[in-house]
Structure formats: C-alpha cells, structure tokens
C-alpha cells in the first residue's frame, strides 16, 4: 500500500471514529433528564434552553427526557420543539410551584405530559400533548387559579384529570380530541369550563368519587360537544336547550360549532364560533378576514366576538365580495360585538370592516378602491 493510500485510510477511520463519538456524545445529551433549577440555571449547561435573563426560557431543540421546575415566576417557551417521551414519567413537572407559563410546546409519548402538583396561579397554554399513557396535562392536589387554555390534547388515555382539592382552575379554548378513555376526568374539583371543542373522545367527561360542582359555561357560552343533538332556532350559534353531562351536571349554553380563538393583536383576540373549518385569519390594522369551508350546498354559520377596542363600530360583512347583513345579538356590550351571520358552504371568503372608517384608515380604504379601479380597467383593456 503506498503511503499516500496509507495516510489517506487513516484519516478517514479517525474522522468516522469522531463522528461516531460526536452523534454518541450527542445523543446522551438530549436524552438526560433537564432541571431549571431555583437559581436559575439550566441542569445540565448541555441542555437545549436558553435563557439571556432567567425568566424566559426557551428551547432551541427537541429534549428526549423529562423537564423538572424548580424556580418560580418564569415562562418557558416551547418555540414548536418537541419534549419527547418513552412512555414512562412525567414530559415537564411542576410541583409546588407558583405564576410559571408554559406555552408553545410539543410533548408525546410520556406517562403525563404536563404534571402540575400542589402548583397554583400559573398559565398552561398553546401546547400540543400526545400519545401520553395516562393523561395530557394532569392537575392533582391543592392546584388552584391555574389557566388552561388553548391547548391540543389528542390520542391520550385521558385528555385532562382535575383530582382531589383542585378548584378555581379556568379550562378555556382547548380542543379535547381522540383521548382513549376520557377527555376530561374529574375527582372531587369545582373549575370553570367553557370554549373548549370535546370531539370523539370515549367519554368526554368522567366523573369519580365524590363530586364538587364544576361549571360548564361561563353564562354566555360553554363548550363544543360533538354528540349534542340539540338545535339553535333563534341563530344565535348557542344551543336552545343544556347539554346533559351526567344527570344534574350540564353545559347551559352549548355551543353549535367548534370554538376557535385567533391573535389579532398583542393585546386583543377575535373568537369565533362555526361549523365551517376557519383558516388564514388575519387583521391588517383596519380589516378581519378569515376563509370558511365545509360541504357543498350546505348551510354554515359563524358567530364572531370582536372587542370593541379593536373595531369599534358599526360592521359591514362580505361573503367573497357580496354583502351579508349580520345579526348583532343582545350579549353584546361596550367591550365585546357579538355578530351572527350565514352563508353557503364551499371556500368562502369573510371580509368585515367597520361601516365608517377612522380617519387614519380612511386613506387605506381610498388606496384599495384605487388599486381595485386601476385594476379592473387594465382587465378590460385585455
């Protein structure tokens, strides 16, 4: 063998070898259990988190093992990596904790995806759990004041189990979807519940032990039940009659459609209640717009809380370009519009802007006719 080919095999063998050893070191890493400790620091240093000032936390890539809290007052933000699990333990652990947020985060495959143990005052929100052998997120012991919302909890045992003195917890906006056993589990728990979608679940909701009144609605609506057979004969997107969870526990104000709950602003969210499926919201400043669709030929509706400090006026609607003439239901006050309105399923799109425009907008009205007038001359002249 010349010395050049001789050479040439040794570096290639070295360099496989320190590959081998980098993915190794590598793998090790990300499968350690992590810990944000009291003092703030991330353990161990290895760990995909990052935070400039301990209070936010963020990940900066997927960790294959559990996440322990130990500090108060801090958000860890998920970014849309995955905390994943082998079917044993809990994906992120709050015990004894206080005013923590997690949000934006993507567990599967644990024994509990969120644990949250004698820990209140803190914000659960915007997280994915999945494939979890017992439940998504799970409150036990004293967990009062906690926040729960617009999470997705799918393909779990149980979506969400409320246990033993928990109460005053708010369950809002999340979608509880294709949990084996139940969507929700209660035992001995009194929390609020409304704006959450229960789809093709076991059982949406089970009850053991010894019962402390819940309350399904929030006295204007409750929550999206896929097996309620009732009917809205006064188009107000709200069910006529309760929906009957088990004897005398019901949802007094069922809602029609799946609720969904969209960012217009750091500050202001539009909600919507609809049997269409509702995609590409947007709010440009002046204007909502949102595409709806569902099966051809028949009837959709859409009910849609606007506060008021966002577009405060009277609402024109457009149905791609037509005009609809919305019903302003009676629940509406000086915060919240809520407006009604119909349409023909296919892909429709939904325009509302406010009848009189502000001063400031008004110049952005007078573009778009510009733009819309230059255009449909150039089309005639083709």
Known sequence: ????????????????????????????????????????????????????????????????????????NIVIAGEGYTLQGAGIGNGLNLTDRNNVTIENMRIDGFDMGIYVRNSSNNIISGNRVSDCIQRGIHLYGSSNNNTVSGNTLTNDRGGIGVFLVSSNNIISGNKIKDNIQNGIYLYAS????????????????????????????????????????GIDSNSDGIGDTPHVIESSIQDNYPLMGKFSDFRATPEHNVQTVSNSSISDFQFNGTAISFNVSGGASTAGFTRISIPTALMDDTYRIFVNGTEVSPTLLPISNSTLSHLYFTYEHSTQEIIIIPEFPSLIALPLFMTAILLAAIAYRRKRLT
């Open 1 to 72: 063998m010349s010395r050049k080919l001789l050479l040439l095999t040794s570096l290639v063998i070295v360099l496989t070898s320190l590959l081998g050893l980098s993915l190794e070191v590598k793998e090790v890493m990300a499968s350690e259990t992590v810990y944000i400790r009291a003092d703030g620091s991330i353990d161990p240093l290895s760990a995909p988190i990052y935070s400039s000032d301990n209070v936010t936390y963020s990940l900066t890539g997927n960790i294959s093992e559990s996440i322990f809290v130990e500090r108060d």
């Open 190 to 229: 009194s929390n609020l519940y409304y704006g959450n979608n229960f789809i093709n679940n076991t059982l949406h909701v089970s009850i053991g032990g010894s019962y402390s009144p819940d309350f399904w609605d929030n006295d204007i609506e409750g929550n999206y039940w896929d097996n309620y057979t």
